[in-house]
């Protein structure tokens, strides 16, 4: 069974599907690292077999194009979006709703829409908890208000079962948020478990990068002085007027209640590029778009939102009644649509591109070739790639693994530095690889004196 596999290799999640499809059989639990992992070894080969039937990352589980194609038959195929219905960039009208939330607001304001229209009784989603294994957590929201106070990104280690199977065969209709492998891991439960088919009602994705441990909240907060003992909660996305969409805050607030804030941009181990804290599983996946859910929102990186601070949504829609909705709201002045066309939508998320196909290929090389197990993936193993991006693939993925294991350190020893430190090195001469060669440096700096000669004369 190949759960066995997905856990051995660190690529558990921890979504949470095995341990919900068992009844609570599988136990989750936060390692020392500050993410949440499944313990499947215990059980018998029986629930083993079910649980490698919902786990995203199991080979017995069918792919994010097969589920999409059972979903989305009669929706046309992009090569980076999967199936789509419509796609498009926007953002809601209000600007104080704007403020409270990551991007354009849609996520949130859809589920309010699901939710007044009576199509739903409540949202699984994640928020601050009362969770004693970490500051946020899935959660269940039943009102506009905890819809509300539950908003924007959390880069944070979650786990859906305990929130799943709180709700199921309490014969409600909820709606799913979360990252693409939650959704896909939330389809698969649907497939196999008759209660809760008929309770996930509408499956919403979050376009994703990667996700990060607890440490990442620790490491930014303990830069604006709070140690992570004294942490109470984080807020990953302040918007800030002064500057473009990208350019965010980070707010850390204690448990005496002193909030701290600072650009996200001038806290070492923020850079999203150089994946500090990512989970492994994330080295393994190749879906950006969560291609097997109703609808996905992500940022729109394109130069021309990125300009405004309020922030728009990257939407692919895939189910009628979704997609509907926002027209609604366009209609009626709440949302407002620039229609950008699939290419332009996928383009949003070079970045992410690069990493989870070109990467994903190489990372498949490298440990096929040294004989580990690795998941069975919509992209072939090959080191045919790029030849310039080959360092940069394995120096990210060396960095993600070091910097777990010297923030456990840096914790253990009380010494902020022990972290600081150590990773500095590794994050110069990571960033040294994105340097252009020294002849072209030279040209561009010859260039830009003859400009300024010119100007003078
Ligand atoms: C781990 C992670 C990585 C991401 N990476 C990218 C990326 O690389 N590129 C990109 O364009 N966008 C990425 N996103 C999505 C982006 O950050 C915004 O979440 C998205 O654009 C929605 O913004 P919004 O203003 O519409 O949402 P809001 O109106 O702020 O509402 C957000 C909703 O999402 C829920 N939510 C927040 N975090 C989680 C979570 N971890 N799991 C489940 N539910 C959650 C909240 O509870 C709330 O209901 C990522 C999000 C996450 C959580
Ligand atoms: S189903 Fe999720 S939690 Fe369980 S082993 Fe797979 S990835 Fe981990
Ligand atoms: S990168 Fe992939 S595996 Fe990692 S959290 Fe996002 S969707 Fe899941």
């Given at each position: 069974?190949?759960?066995?596999?997905?856990?051995?290799?660190?690529?558990?999640?921890?979504?949470?599907?095995?341990?919900?499809?068992?009844?609570?059989?599988?136990?989750?639990k936060?390692?020392n690292?500050?993410?949440?992992?499944?313990?499947?070894?215990q059980?018998?080969?029986?629930l083993?077999?079910a649980?490698?039937?919902?786990?995203?990352?199991a080979?017995?589980?069918?792919?994010?194009?097969?589920?999409?194609?059972?979903e989305?038959?009669?929706?046309?195929?992009?090569?980076?979006?999967?199936?789509?219905?419509?796609?498009?960039?926007?953002?809601?009208?209000?600007?104080?709703?704007?403020?409270?939330s990551?991007?354009?607001?849609?996520?949130?304001?859809?589920?309010?829409?699901?939710?007044?229209r009576?199509?739903?009784?409540?949202?699984l989603?994640?928020?601050?908890?009362?969770?004693?294994d970490?500051?946020?957590?899935?959660?269940?929201?039943?009102?506009a208000?905890?819809?509300?106070?539950?908003?924007?990104?959390?880069?944070?280690?979650?786990?859906?079962?305990?929130?799943?199977l709180?709700?199921?065969?309490?014969?409600?209709?909820?709606?799913?948020?979360?990252?693409?492998?939650?959704?896909?891991a939330?389809?698969l439960?649907?497939r196999?478990?008759?209660?809760?088919?008929?309770?996930?009602?509408?499956?919403?994705?979050?376009?994703c990068?990667?996700?990060k441990?607890?440490?990442?909240?620790?490491?930014?907060?303990?830069q604006l002085?709070?140690?992570?003992k004294?942490?109470?909660?984080?807020?990953?996305?302040?918007?800030?007027?002064a500057?473009?969409?990208?350019?965010?805050?980070?707010?850390?607030?204690?448990?005496?209640?002193?909030?701290?804030?600072?650009?996200?941009?001038?806290?070492?181990?923020?850079n999203?590029?150089?994946?500090?804290?990512q989970?492994?599983a994330?080295?393994?996946c190749?879906?950006?778009f969560?291609?097997?859910?109703?609808?996905?929102?992500?940022?729109?990186?394109?130069?021309?939102?990125?300009s405004?601070?309020?922030?728009?949504?990257?939407i692919?829609?895939?189910?009628?009644?979704?997609?509907?909705?926002?027209?609604?709201?366009?209609?009626?002045?709440q949302?407002?649509?620039?229609?950008?066309?699939?290419?332009?939508?996928a383009?949003?998320?070079?970045?992410?591109?690069r990493?989870?196909?070109?990467?994903?290929?190489?990372?498949?090389?490298?440990?096929?070739?040294?004989?580990?197990?690795?998941?069975?993936?919509r992209?072939?193993?090959?080191a045919?790639?790029?030849?310039?991006?080959?360092?940069?693939?394995?120096?990210?993925?060396?960095?993600?693994?070091t910097?777990?294991?010297l923030f456990?350190?840096?914790?253990?020893?009380?010494?902020?530095?022990?972290f600081?430190?150590?990773?500095?090195?590794?994050?110069k001469?990571?960033?040294?690889?994105?340097?252009?060669?020294?002849?072209?440096?030279?040209?561009?700096?010859?260039?830009?004196?003859?400009?300024?000669?010119?100007?003078?004369?």
């Amino acid at each position: 069974m190949s759960i066995l596999n997905v856990v051995n290799a660190g690529m558990c999640v921890g979504c949470g599907g095995c341990s919900v499809i068992t009844g609570g059989k599988i136990p989750m639990k936060v390692d020392n690292l500050g993410v949440w992992q499944a313990d499947p070894s215990q059980v018998l080969p029986t629930l083993q077999e079910a649980a490698s039937n919902v786990c995203p990352f199991a080979d017995e589980s069918p792919n994010e194009t097969e589920i999409a194609t059972e979903e989305f038959p009669e929706l046309p195929v992009h090569p980076k979006l999967g199936r789509y219905r419509s796609t498009f960039a926007a953002r809601l009208t209000d600007q104080e709703y704007l403020e409270g939330s990551s991007s354009g607001g849609l996520t949130s304001w859809l589920l309010l829409q699901l939710l007044e229209r009576g199509h739903i009784d409540g949202v699984l989603h994640v928020g601050s908890g009362n969770s004693v294994d970490g500051m946020f957590a899935y959660v269940v929201s039943h009102s506009a208000d905890e819809l509300q106070s539950r908003r924007k990104s959390i880069y944070y280690s979650t786990s859906m079962a305990d929130a799943i199977l709180s709700v199921r065969g309490n014969g409600k209709r909820y709606a799913l948020v979360g990252v693409p492998c939650f959704i896909t891991a939330g389809r698969l439960l649907a497939r196999n478990d008759v209660e809760l088919r008929s309770q996930l009602s509408y499956f919403l994705g979050l376009v994703c990068g990667h996700l990060k441990s607890s440490a990442f909240a620790e490491l930014l907060a303990w830069q604006l002085g709070i140690p992570p003992k004294e942490l109470e909660t984080v807020d990953f996305r302040v918007k800030n007027p002064a500057e473009n969409a990208g350019s965010y805050d980070f707010s850390a607030t204690s448990v005496t209640g002193e909030t701290r804030q600072a650009p996200t941009s001038t806290l070492l181990g923020a850079n999203w590029g150089l994946a500090t804290f990512q989970l492994e599983a994330c080295n393994f996946c190749d879906d950006v778009f969560a291609e097997t859910a109703d609808i996905t929102f992500g940022d729109a990186w394109l130069p021309e939102f990125v300009s405004d601070w309020r922030g728009h949504n990257v939407i692919v829609t895939r189910h009628p009644l979704l997609a509907e909705i926002i027209e609604d709201g366009v209609t009626s002045g709440q949302v407002s649509r620039h229609d950008i066309g699939p290419d332009r939508s996928a383009d949003s998320q070079a970045g992410n591109f690069r990493h989870r196909r070109e990467g994903l290929q190489l990372r498949l090389h490298d440990d096929q070739s040294a004989g580990k197990w690795t998941p069975r993936k919509r992209v072939e193993a090959t080191a045919d790639i790029n030849e310039k991006r080959k360092p940069i693939v394995r120096q990210r993925r060396e960095l993600a693994s070091t910097s777990h294991l010297l923030f456990e350190e840096a914790k253990e020893l009380g010494s902020l530095e022990h972290f600081t430190n150590s990773i500095e090195p590794q994050v110069k001469s990571y960033m040294r690889l994105y340097r252009e060669p020294f002849p072209k440096r030279a040209a561009r700096w010859g260039f830009r004196q003859i400009m300024r000669l010119l100007r003078l004369n």
